[in-house]
């Protein structure tokens, strides 16, 4: 019997000393995730210097840290000049609004509704000079009269009568007797 109590006792011990193991692992595990944590909360804060640092000094020719400004500046424009390639190969263009693609010719975002207003036309060749208002001595150029609305067809300038009232003839005029009105 011996050797099965001490059996039992070593498997105990053995089981014990792993369970404590894996209980150590899983601490371990847990404060690495927050550490990656935290090295990312330094590494977006560092970022978010450089931007800001970048943004305060990019036209600074004499900063210390000029040549990694422009190649920031050099790499965007590189970037946009690709952006644009693929909007042109996908045949799209980028809503100025809520960034969204949508096809080059549309006046109207299809996601937030923005206007665009009319689509890139093909270059005129000379346009035409827009008539000059005439000089009427007074030093400046006098605005051109504003244009008369039409008259609506039907519509002799006077409000029309109310449909619930029948035109009626004028007053006669009344005579007052003992204090009652009269017709005359």
Known sequence: ?????????????K??????????????SDLNK????????????????????????????DDPFAAQCANIRQAMDQADALRSQIQKIKGVKVCPNCHAEIPRDSQFCGYC??????????PMAQPTPAPQPENYGYGQPQPAPE???APQPGYD????????????????????????????
Request: proline share 11%; net charge negative; charged share 20%.
């Open 1 to 13: 019997m011996a050797f099965f109590d001490k059996l039992g006792e070593t498997i105990s011990t």
């Open 147 to 149: 244009p008369t609305p």
């Open 157 to 184: 300038g006077h409000a029309p009568p109310h449909p619930a009232r029948e035109p009626t003839a004028a007053p006669q005029p009344l005579e007052y007797k003992n204090g009652q009105p009269q017709p005359v």
């Open 34 to 61: 927050q550490i990656a944590q935290c090295n990312q909360k330094i590494n977006e804060s560092y970022m978010e210097i450089g931007y800001y640092y970048y943004q305060a000094h990019k036209e600074d020719g």
């Open 15 to 28: 089981s014990k000393g792993v369970a404590q193991k894996a209980k150590d692992m899983a601490e371990v």
């Open 113 to 122: 509704g923005y206007r665009l207003g009319m689509p890139e036309a093909a």
